[in-house]
């Protein structure tokens, strides 16, 4: 502090100690000559700048440059929750700032849009396509007029304004902060408003939703029409206030249903025609392993048909990314990935679980929208047309899924773009890399001194930078250490105080590592380049220094790839090579690897000589060992499903939907017999991902269900008997060399040591082993 103070003294000795004098007679004169248009660009009065942003950049410019402090830039965030407070209406609206938020802010009634319910319900009922899907299905009218009437919004100004105030309750018990990029709104303000809105939020909760119609209201911007679950009609207070509030509710698997389909299509397709604004998540449903899941193209497709039939002449498209620094849900979420089953959605469960998530607080959550993306000009790009050719183009089903295709890819890039990496994220990082590297099953702990664990974070922040991520908070390294830490505090123990403060992960602990793991898995997108080209390197050569022609190389992380396609999004393009060269420049440039020149290139590792004076080399190769420890959890439970389906699956086909439970429930005993290293492995995402790489590889092969052979209706009082699968899509081997070879592939990315296990020793494992602890 002292020091500090000392050179802050130093630095501004010259400013402080002389008197200055501003004439600003020249500046007048310059404005005053240029355009309106120049003046816009170039704003010279006081009352144009941002002193908000002016005084973060400054802040930000003094501590890194003049203190030394290890601080990062901001992207000029708003915090919510404060603004709410300084909210005034009238005498005593410091009292009632929440009221004075949700009465003051937006009266026009542009803010919920002049959509009649009863008229978008007599247009899809008098569509084309609900009246020949009604034809097929006994008295079909009737019943989508039923579909209709459970699936339509109703928006309400009253219940926006309550939903506001609430929100603003719930936001200030839940979170420290709800940071928002205010410049990124600015943009949405102005789009055509003649032109729809469809806002794509990444899906990790269900107070997203929520949030951005919170945020979209704080700041005078329309609140959309909501795709919600058909489940929330279950809840039926709950359900009001959301229909109330923009919501629609689909069903589950709609799309098997013809009459369904055609109802809710005409019912995008009318929001389109009257220029509202559509919010929905992309991903289909919240993901419970942290990461993005793969975009579904079902809704989106509706919206390209209604725009291509010319309800609307454009539509922008907007990315959301939403970031927790720990999801409300996250205990439930990782109780799911264990194998627990999803706790159905009630009113009486809400009311249960609400006071206790009340009580604890979930960090920060951060909200940025990406640039809108223009329908019209991505497909006349995509399909190298005008944008009116294009539009006529897109009717055709096989452009359209060519569009499709590309939106997908471009709203994929924008999130990927505004990806935000939390300090728990980072902490989790540093913490489960530091596990012994032994085969045997991890035990004991791993304790990491308070200082060391701060250092490890400081080094990944920049990491993180460095591969086009965003960190939520971003500010003081110390102050985010102890941010994120407070996220982990049921997962981790602290001891000490001051330098001797220390933290241990209890790798005894039923959970911890999942719960480490989930908390890491927003970082897992920005490495996966760089993680899979270590990967690719490590099967090329799994002896050090790992030297491997780049031919190898390339071998190896087409086949990685496949793996790590299964479990993430990420910038990974159909051009493999030019993928790997730009990757491999990277981490060249960080003193990763070298790649020599000529026909016979190779790839060689920087070695990790302590006694050498290579600094750039030892920190490269402790670069490759973080990589290689990041990914080998999912390498890892992918050789775990795949080594043991010979037993599972080599005496009779196996049920589709059994299959995974019981694949995860055998990855946990070999986990607790050693078999298996790390317990984060044994969870049911990897498990589904393990089963569609395999399935694509053409390992495995599911059949189609069998029709249930005709009988008579159970007699009174006897239960009709449970199918246990009777009729339900079997899996078996389709090829054991395809298998045996993917099993043979995964083992070379195992951790050192690791011997491949024989189906023999497998089958005496899961035989003797009592019920998994994962």
Request: proline share 7%; hydrophobic share 45%.
């Amino acid at each position: 502090g002292i020091a500090a103070t000392q050179i802050l003294a130093d630095t501004f000795y010259h400013f402080v100690n002389n008197e200055w004098f501003y004439d600003t007679a020249n500046v007048l004169d310059l404005e005053s000559q240029l355009s309106p248009a120049e003046q816009d660009i170039f704003r010279m009065s006081p009352d144009q700048v941002n002193w908000v942003h002016y005084m973060e950049d400054f802040q930000y410019g003094l501590q890194r440059h003049v203190l030394r402090d290890e601080v990062l830039p901001s992207m000029h965030l708003v915090e919510l929750n404060s603004r709410v407070r300084a909210t005034r209406m009238f005498p005593l609206g410091s009292l009632f700032s929440d009221l004075a938020f949700a009465l003051s802010h937006n009266p026009s009634p542009q803010h919920v849009p002049p959509s009649s319910s009863a008229h978008i319900a007599q247009a899809v009922l008098a569509s084309k396509s609900v009246i020949q899907a009604a034809q097929n299905v006994p008295n079909g009218m009737v019943r989508a007029g039923e579909m209709l009437a459970e699936l339509s919004s109703n928006l309400s100004l009253p219940t926006v304004r309550f939903m506001g105030w609430l929100m603003c309750k719930i936001n200030r018990r839940l979170f420290r902060s709800v940071m928002v990029d205010e410049s990124s709104l600015e943009v949405l303000r102005n789009l055509d408003p003649s032109e729809p809105v469809v806002l794509l939020p990444t899906h990790k909760s269900y107070l997203d939703f929520l949030l951005v119609s919170w945020v979209l209201f704080a700041f005078d911007l329309r609140v959309p029409h909501i795709a919600a679950g058909h489940d929330f009609l279950n809840m039926a207070l709950i359900a009001t206030l959301f229909r109330r509030s923009g919501a629609f509710f689909i069903p589950r698997k709609i799309f098997k249903d013809p009459l369904w389909t055609a109802v809710l299509s005409e019912y995008t397709s009318e929001l389109v025609k009257q220029n509202q604004w559509i919010e929905f998540f992309i991903e289909g449903s919240r993901s419970r392993s942290g990461r993005m899941l793969h975009p579904k193209k079902g809704l989106l497709g509706m919206v390209v048909d209604s725009w291509a039939a010319g309800n609307a002449k454009d539509v922008h498209l907007v990315p959301i990314n939403i970031t927790y620094d720990q999801a409300p849900e996250s205990d439930s979420h990782i109780a799911e990935l264990t194998g627990r089953a999803k706790t159905k959605e009630t009113t009486a469960a809400m009311l249960r679980a609400g006071p206790r998530k009340l009580r604890r607080s979930f960090g920060s959550v951060e909200i940025l929208a990406s640039a809108p993306i223009s329908l019209a000009k991505e497909t006349a790009a995509c399909l190298q047309l005008s944008p009116e050719a294009g539009r006529a183009a897109a009717l055709t089903p096989a452009v359209r899924n060519k569009v499709l295709s590309h939106l997908v890819s471009a709203v994929t890039a924008r999130f990927l773009a505004r990806t935000a990496v939390p300090p728990a994220a980072l902490i989790a990082a540093a913490l489960l890399a530091a596990r012994p590297r032994t085969p045997p099953p991890a035990s004991g702990s791993v304790t990491m001194s308070l200082v060391e664990l701060t250092e490890k974070v400081r080094v990944l922040r920049h990491l993180v930078v460095a591969t086009g991520g965003h960190l939520v908070d971003g500010g003081m390294l110390a102050r985010d250490v102890d941010n994120g830490l407070a996220c982990l505090t049921s997962t981790l123990d602290l001891a000490g105080r001051g330098a001797d403060a220390s933290v241990t992960l209890p790798l005894d602990r039923p959970g911890s590592a999942m719960a480490l793991y989930y908390a890491l898995s927003p970082l897992l997108p920005l490495l996966a380049r760089q993680g899979e080209v270590a990967l690719a390197i490590l099967a090329a050569n799994p002896t050090p220094p790992h030297s491997a022609p780049l031919s190898k190389v390339r071998e190896m992380l087409l086949k990685v790839r496949q793996v790590l396609c299964t479990e993430m999004v990420y910038t990974a393009s159909d051009d493999l090579d030019k993928d790997l060269d730009a990757t491999l420049f990277v981490m060249r440039k960080d003193g990763v690897l070298s790649v020599s020149s000529g026909v016979d290139a190779q790839v060689t590792l920087s070695a990790a000589n302590k006694d050498s004076k290579d600094e750039k080399g030892s920190k490269g190769a402790e670069r490759f060992a973080f990589l290689v420890d990041v990914f080998q959890p999912l390498v890892e439970g992918h050789w775990g499903t795949a080594v043991q389906l010979p037993l599972v699956l080599g005496k009779r086909d196996t049920e589709a939907h059994t299959l995974p439970a019981l694949l995860l429930r055998n990855l946990g005993r070999m986990v607790d017999a050693g078999v298996v290293r790390f317990p984060e492995s044994g969870n049911s995402v990897t498990v589904s991902a393990a089963l569609r790489c395999l399935e694509r590889a053409g390992a495995l092969r599911t059949s189609a269900p069998s029709p249930s052979p005709s009988s008579s209706s159970p007699s009174a009082g006897a239960a009709a008997p449970a199918s246990a699968g009777q009729g339900g899509a079997t899996v078996s081997v389709e090829a054991p060399e395809i298998l045996e070879a993917h099993v043979a592939f995964l083992q070379s990315l195992r951790p050192a040591g690791a011997t491949p296990v024989t189906l023999q020793h497998l089958a005496r494992v899961l035989a003797a082993a009592p019920a998994p602890s994962l």
